[in-house]
């Protein structure tokens, strides 16, 4: 996998929001802030590799419908790697229910099943296929499908109304929190998990995506999240380990200095303190409410 910078993309002809798309479809994967891995991630290996598995299982059950995680991939949304491993079918029937097999699960509905055909594959519609996934995951994953369906101009009201016409139907509260809760703006699943432990960490809701220029008016950066009123800035970094940046001649003491600079840079242009998230640090919340509130303490003095 090569790793490309912002410099180096945008010298290539591909501008700011062309760098994002690429991200968003997965072309591109952040490592850190200006430094990106070209070419295909964990996640879209698996999603192939569930490819590969519905078309296997659809020889033997050519006219099934795609629902849950499968739609889902279909869809382009995003899903938990380790959900990926059975093909999930639908079909209506008297009595709802389902059905484990080998590599696929039967489910079992009474009610309509709103279909799309997409590439050949006859799927639950984006909105089921949404709706039926945020009621049952983790809510960090179910937040992440709910963003990108957001993202590709799924209307909030719209679920929001399919929950309350389908009152009963288990997961709904969750369904209803997601759904006010989820964003748009969020531009990959790693910033939808930390969104939702910031939130679950008691802290204010941050803007997201917000760009950051000099007295000059030269664009300088443009972080995950920022609290104004702390002064607080954050990026999602994933698992970073500077090894994995060394350019040619760089040692990792080098490059810790040039993120530094960076760091520094940006602390001068926004007045922010820039906090780093990895994904092992999202689960203790109340570690993650006390980087945050430090930093803003650490802002608070600098400007003071």
Same mark, same amino acid.
């Given at each position: 996998?090569? %790793? ?9 002809? %591909? ?25 295909? +991630? *964990? *996640? ?9 598995? %519905? ?69 639950? +519609? ?11 995951? +983790? ?110 001649? *760089? ?54």
């Amino acid at each position: 996998m090569e %790793i490309v910078t912002t410099a180096e993309l945008l010298k290539s002809g %591909i501008d700011h929001p062309g760098i994002r798309k690429l991200v968003t479809s997965g072309d591109l994967q952040r490592v850190r802030r200006g430094v990106y891995l070209r070419g295909p +991630d *964990q *996640q879209l290996v698996a999603e192939e590799q569930h490819r590969a598995l %519905i078309r296997a299982v659809l020889c033997d059950r050519p006219d099934a419908v795609l629902s849950h995680v499968s739609a889902a991939v279909v869809h382009g949304l995003p899903v938990p790697l380790r959900s990926l491993g059975r093909v999930h079918l639908i079909r209506r029937a008297k009595h709802p229910g389902g059905k484990r097999f080998n590599h696929s699960y039967l489910h079992r509905v009474v009610q309509e099943i709103p279909t799309c055909v997409i590439a050949g594959l006859v799927v639950t +519609d984006l909105a089921t296929t949404v709706l039926d996934l945020i009621r049952v995951l +983790d809510p960090a994953d179910a937040v992440a499908v709910a963003d990108r369906a957001l993202a590709k101009k799924l209307q909030r009201q719209v679920l929001l109304d399919r929950v309350a016409a389908e009152a009963g139907r288990r997961g709904n509260a969750q369904a209803r929190q997601v759904l006010r809760f989820a964003d748009p703006l969020a531009e990959s699943p790693g910033e939808s998990w930390a969104r939702w432990a910031f939130h679950r960490a008691g802290l204010p809701a941050p803007r997201l995506q917000v760009e950051f220029f000099d007295d000059a008016g030269n664009f300088v950066a443009r972080p995950d999240f920022d609290w104004p009123d702390l002064g607080v800035s954050a990026e999602f970094d994933g698992e970073v380990k500077y090894g994995r940046l060394l350019g040619p001649g *760089q040692d990792v003491a080098s490059v810790i200095r040039a993120e530094k600079d960076r760091e520094e840079r940006f602390r001068r242009a926004s007045g922010r303190w820039l906090v780093r998230v990895v994904n092992r640090e999202l689960a203790d919340v109340a570690a993650l409410r006390r980087t945050v509130l430090d930093a803003a303490g650490y802002a608070g003095r600098t400007a003071g």
